[in-house]
């Protein structure tokens, strides 16, 4: 039944996607990291994708819309597509984030009105 999954290892690498790692077919996620002091080098939006980011190290900051939003460990954030944003980690910390990509609006069912108890 390998089919129906496929693991992967993900090596600490400063991103990776997991889009074609994993074959994914309904989102994307990437893993990053960015050392003390640095940021992404580009403010984005996207077309249809809102973003989902978990942070799981460390601290710094997105810049959402011209609005700054302080992130830490175990914060969580949902961005719209049209939202310009850009993220930093802090002076003193580096900062790793997990990135979910979805098309907006196209959850139809979850947890208990999608699975099936068998």
């Known amino acids: 039944?390998?089919?129906?999954?496929?693991?992967v290892s993900v090596k600490d690498d400063a991103r990776v996607e997991l889009h074609d790692a994993l074959g994914l077919t309904g989102a994307e996620i990437s893993i990053n990291a960015?050392?003390?002091?640095?940021g992404v080098p580009f403010v984005h939006a996207h077309k249809q994708n809102e973003e989902i980011y978990g942070i799981l190290?460390?601290?710094?900051?997105?810049?959402?819309?011209?609005?700054?939003?302080?992130?830490?460990?175990?914060?969580?954030?949902?961005?719209?597509?049209?939202?310009?944003?850009q993220f930093f980690a802090s002076q003193h910390s580096a900062i790793k984030y997990i990135c979910i990509q979805v098309k907006s609006n196209s959850l139809n069912g979850y947890?208990?009105?999608?699975?099936q108890i068998l």
Do not use: C, Y
């Open 1 to 7: 039944m390998a089919d129906n999954f496929k693991k």
């Open 34 to 38: 960015l050392p003390a002091g640095v």
């Open 57 to 85: 190290e460390g601290e710094g900051h997105a810049v959402i819309d011209g609005e700054t939003v302080v992130l830490a460990a175990g914060d969580w954030l949902r961005i719209s597509p049209q939202a310009k944003r």
């Open 111 to 115: 947890t208990t009105t999608d699975a």
